[in-house]
Structure formats: structure tokens, C-alpha cells
């Protein structure tokens, strides 16, 4: 894999140097000052047009989606002001809170603007994702025998966290961790906890799949299942078997026979439904259950911040997370959940600013994955970004996001360029 031209060079060793970055405890850095790096690079692309250097070019415009992610975003940001206003948290919050917005929501925006107007093939983006798998899988015999030979769970803490972020944890580096429930270890290679890495591991195994050489599609996807099977994640779960496989069943629904069959089915369950739906609460009973304790202080954290929105602050929320109480394990209220998180902090118009622009790319990607086999990849990202939302909140952790969300873009390059062709 040899990069053409700048970017995809940058792009490319940023990727494969994802584990050494996490071993200095850069990775919560890297991802921002990547995105505002090559987001300035593509503004002054657009801006120079032809003028630009021929391998970094724009041969495009921006895509609609791209500039309703723009939007989104601002939106965000005008909300989060508006809370801090209404709450008086006073100036130095507002400065500290609009920074990290550059760290988080941001990059939802600028990610999928560089792919779409850089000159970066899916191609580098797939191959540095197997690399990191092979990184993985050669860490793999020390990560997993730690626990068990007397290692500690956490190496250090880098200095890097004077730089400000969530918490240490992001600039920490841990060979695993403890579950406090059951006391067995849990492992998160290269993210900050284990039900993330779960959710990476999906997002490798879907680049995987879409790798030409053979061998390096095979480190990729046995990389990926060993971090969703080692993080004990349920999510992780779901994730491998919903994403990879709805994408591929897309162009069913251009096939005649397929509504046929679906209609049978459908009559079916006049007879079976009862049985169908027993068996389906079962399921979830047995998932919640797998790990009860953390079920409830997630439920708990949604109702608390459901509740205190709807009394305390509809329209833009309450501006920050606020400290959580014994009942919850002292996690923060508008944590562990994107939409209730959202709505606790800014609002209906945080809610709204990225519940839209996610819809519309969600349904442009579900109809393009119909039509063609491009579509397959962005697709199972977006799942798996939605998927995320529902356990963990999009903003901090876009800056792991990054190689999916910049997949984005050029597939909506890809389609331009199809469509203008």
C-alpha cells in the first residue's frame, strides 16, 4: 500500500501508528489535530481550486450531506452557548466547554468533509485498519496473559493529560482491566474502556471485509472478533452480527421474490407471533441480565436525565453534565447515552442538530447499499455509530471514530463522481 500523494500518506501513518500513539497516551490528541490539520488543508483546496498542487486537487464540490453535518454541528455549538448562558456557568466553562465541542462534535463535521473533498481512496483507509489489526494480534499473547501472570492493569497516565479532556483514562494506558461486578478481567486494547473497544472492533471488522488481499482481510477480521469477544461487551455483539450482515441483505429489497417471501413470513405470524415475541423477551431478559449491575445504572442515568430535562430545560438543556449520585456509582447525569445525553445538556436543538443530518446520511447510505456494493461499508459504520449512541456518548469518542467518519466522506465522493460521470 503505497500513498499517492500527502494526505493519504498522513492518513495512512496515522492509522498503522495507532498502538504506538496509544502507548504514549497521544491518541485523544491525535484525532483533533488531524481533523483541523487536514480540515484547514481542505478549505484552502476548495478555496484555491485549480491553483492547488494537482495530487491534492478538488474535483468535486462539497456534498449536501456534508454541509448539513456543517450545520449540525453549529447548531451544537450555538445550543451549548445558549445552556451556559441560562445557567450562568460563567466564562471560563463556556471557553472550556466550546474547546472541547473542537475535540468532539467538530470532527463529525470535518472528518467526512476531508473525505469527501481530498484525494484519499477507501483502499488506504481499509488496509490501515488490517494493520492495526495485525498491531493487535501481535499484542494479543501479553494483553491476554497479563491478568494472569501478576502484570498491573494500568502501565501509566502520560503527561499529555495537562492538554485537558474527559478524563485520565483517555490518556492512560492499560494493559486490562477489572470488571467490578464479577472480577474477572476485561480487556480494552487501544480505547479508553472496553465497551468502546468492542464497538472499534466491529468498525475493523466491517473495514476488513472489504479488503482485496485475502490475507490481510483475514488479520483484520480475526483482530476485530478477538476485541469485541475479549471487551465482554454486549454491544460489541449485537454490532458484529447486525452490521456486517444487514448491509449485505440491502439489494433484497430490488428483488421481487424477496417482498414475496417477506409477505409470507409476515402472514406466518398469525400463528407463531405469540411464540416469537416470548422468545424475544426472553432475549433481552437474558441480555440485561448478562451484566445487571450495569443495566441499571444505565436505565437510572436515562431516567434522571429524562426527567430533570422535561422540568429544569427543554429547549437547550442544562449546558454541562452534572455529578451523579451514589445510586448511579457517582457517574455524571448526560453521560452513557448519546440522545438522553444530548438532551439533558443542550436540549431539543442539541437533540435535533444531530438527530437530522444522522437520519438523512443513514437513509442515503441504506439506499446506495442497495444499489451497489459501495454502499455496503458506510453503511455498517453508520449502524454501528447508532448502535454506539444508544450505550456511550458520540462526542468524546469521535476522535476514535475517525477513519469511519472520514469513510464517509469519500463515499459520498465516490457517489458524485459516479453520478457525474
Same mark, same amino acid.
Given at each position: 500500500?503505497?500513498?499517492?500523494?500527502?494526505?493519504?500518506?498522513?492518513?495512512?501513518?496515522?492509522?498503522?501508528?495507532? *498502538?504506538?500513539?496509544?502507548?504514549?497516551?497521544?491518541?485523544?490528541?491525535?484525532?483533533?489535530?488531524?481533523?483541523?490539520?487536514?480540515?484547514?488543508?481542505?478549505?484552502?483546496?476548495?478555496?484555491?481550486?485549480?491553483?492547488?498542487?494537482?495530487?491534492?486537487?478538488?474535483?468535486?464540490?462539497?456534498?449536501?450531506?456534508? *454541509?448539513?453535518?456543517?450545520?449540525?454541528?453549529?447548531?451544537?455549538?450555538?445550543?451549548? *452557548?445558549?445552556?451556559?448562558?441560562?445557567?450562568?456557568?460563567?466564562?471560563?466553562?463556556?471557553?472550556?466547554?466550546? $474547546?472541547?465541542?473542537?475535540?468532539?462534535?467538530?470532527?463529525?463535521?470535518?472528518?467526512?468533509?476531508?473525505?469527501?473533498?481530498?484525494?484519499?481512496?477507501?483502499?488506504?483507509?481499509?488496509?490501515?485498519?488490517?494493520?492495526?489489526?495485525?498491531?493487535?494480534?501481535?499484542?494479543?499473547?501479553?494483553?491476554?496473559?497479563?491478568?494472569?501472570?501478576?502484570?498491573?492493569?494500568?502501565?501509566?497516565?502520560?503527561?499529555?493529560?495537562?492538554?485537558?479532556?474527559?478524563?485520565?483514562?483517555?490518556?492512560?494506558?492499560?494493559?486490562?482491566?477489572?470488571?467490578?461486578?464479577?472480577?474477572?478481567?476485561?480487556?480494552?486494547?487501544?480505547?479508553? *474502556?472496553?465497551?468502546?473497544?468492542?464497538?472499534?472492533?466491529?468498525? +475493523?471488522?466491517?473495514?476488513?471485509?472489504?479488503?482485496?488481499?485475502?490475507?490481510? +482481510?483475514?488479520?483484520?477480521?480475526?483482530?476485530?472478533?478477538? +476485541?469485541?469477544?475479549?471487551?465482554?461487551?454486549?454491544?460489541?455483539?449485537?454490532?458484529?452480527?447486525?452490521?456486517?450482515?444487514?448491509?449485505?441483505? +440491502?439489494?433484497?429489497?430490488?428483488?421481487?421474490?424477496?417482498?414475496?417471501?417477506?409477505?409470507?413470513?409476515?402472514?406466518?405470524?398469525?400463528?407463531?407471533?405469540?411464540?416469537?415475541?416470548?422468545?424475544?423477551?426472553?432475549?433481552?431478559?437474558?441480555?440485561?441480565?448478562?451484566?445487571?449491575?450495569?443495566?441499571?445504572?444505565?436505565?437510572?442515568?436515562?431516567?434522571?436525565?429524562?426527567?430533570?430535562?422535561?422540568?429544569?430545560?427543554?429547549?437547550?438543556?442544562?449546558?454541562?453534565?452534572?455529578?451523579?449520585?451514589?445510586?448511579?456509582?457517582?457517574?455524571?447525569?448526560?453521560?452513557?447515552?448519546?440522545?438522553?445525553?444530548?438532551?439533558?445538556?443542550?436540549?431539543?436543538?442539541?437533540?435535533?442538530?444531530?438527530?437530522?443530518?444522522?437520519?438523512?446520511?443513514?437513509?442515503?447510505?441504506?439506499?446506495?447499499?442497495?444499489?451497489?456494493?459501495?454502499?455496503?461499508?458506510?453503511?455498517?459504520?453508520?449502524?454501528? $455509530?447508532?448502535?454506539?449512541?444508544?450505550?456511550?456518548?458520540?462526542?468524546?469518542?469521535?476522535?476514535?471514530?475517525?477513519?469511519?467518519?472520514?469513510?464517509?466522506?469519500?463515499?459520498?465522493?465516490?457517489?458524485?463522481?459516479?453520478?457525474?460521470?
Amino acid at each position: 500500500m503505497t500513498p499517492q500523494n500527502p494526505v493519504e500518506r498522513m492518513v495512512y501513518k496515522t492509522l498503522i501508528l495507532t *498502538w504506538p500513539f496509544y502507548s504514549i497516551g497521544a491518541l485523544y490528541v491525535v484525532g483533533p489535530v488531524l481533523a483541523w490539520m487536514l480540515g484547514a488543508l481542505a478549505a484552502i483546496a476548495l478555496y484555491l481550486g485549480p491553483a492547488m498542487r494537482s495530487d491534492l486537487r478538488v474535483t468535486g464540490t462539497v456534498p449536501p450531506l456534508v *454541509w448539513a453535518w456543517f450545520l449540525g454541528m453549529f447548531v451544537m455549538l450555538v445550543a451549548l *452557548w445558549v445552556g451556559h448562558l441560562d445557567w450562568g456557568l460563567g466564562l471560563k466553562q463556556t471557553i472550556k466547554s466550546s $474547546i472541547g465541542w473542537a475535540k468532539g462534535w467538530a470532527l463529525l463535521a470535518l472528518f467526512p468533509l476531508i473525505g469527501a473533498v481530498m484525494p484519499i481512496r477507501r483502499s488506504v483507509l481499509i488496509r490501515g485498519q488490517c494493520v492495526i489489526g495485525a498491531w493487535t494480534l501481535a499484542l494479543a499473547p501479553i494483553l491476554l496473559l497479563a491478568p494472569y501472570v501478576g502484570l498491573p492493569e494500568k502501565i501509566f497516565t502520560s503527561p499529555l493529560k495537562a492538554i485537558g479532556g474527559p478524563g485520565p483514562e483517555y490518556f492512560s494506558v492499560y494493559l486490562f482491566t477489572f470488571d467490578p461486578a464479577s472480577w474477572t478481567p476485561r480487556w480494552q486494547f487501544y480505547a479508553p *474502556w472496553s465497551p468502546f473497544a468492542a464497538l472499534l472492533g466491529v468498525i +475493523m471488522v466491517l473495514f476488513a471485509l472489504e479488503e482485496e488481499d485475502r490475507k490481510w +482481510m483475514l488479520v483484520g477480521v480475526l483482530a476485530g472478533v478477538l +476485541m469485541i469477544l475479549a471487551s465482554k461487551s454486549r454491544m460489541g455483539l449485537v454490532g458484529l452480527v447486525a452490521c456486517t450482515i444487514a448491509p449485505r441483505m +440491502m439489494p433484497l429489497i430490488l428483488r421481487g421474490w424477496a417482498w414475496q417471501i417477506t409477505a409470507g413470513l409476515t402472514a406466518s405470524l398469525a400463528v407463531v407471533g405469540t411464540a416469537l415475541v416470548t422468545i424475544a423477551q426472553d432475549a433481552v431478559s437474558t441480555f440485561k441480565g448478562a451484566r445487571a449491575d450495569s443495566t441499571r445504572v444505565r436505565e437510572t442515568l436515562q431516567r434522571i436525565a429524562s426527567e430533570r430535562w422535561q422540568n429544569e430545560a427543554v429547549w437547550f438543556g442544562h449546558g454541562t453534565v452534572h455529578p451523579g449520585s451514589h445510586a448511579v456509582e457517582y457517574m455524571p447525569i448526560g453521560s452513557h447515552h448519546t440522545w438522553y445525553g444530548l438532551l439533558f445538556v443542550k436540549g431539543v436543538v442539541g437533540f435535533a442538530a444531530l438527530f437530522v443530518p444522522l437520519v438523512w446520511h443513514v437513509c442515503f447510505s441504506m439506499l446506495d447499499a442497495a444499489k451497489h456494493p459501495r454502499g455496503r461499508l458506510p453503511m455498517g459504520i453508520l449502524m454501528t $455509530i447508532v448502535l454506539l449512541s444508544f450505550g456511550e456518548n458520540l462526542e468524546i469518542e469521535a476522535y476514535m471514530l475517525w477513519p469511519g467518519l472520514m469513510l464517509l466522506g469519500v463515499h459520498l465522493r465516490e457517489v458524485g463522481d459516479a453520478r457525474r460521470n
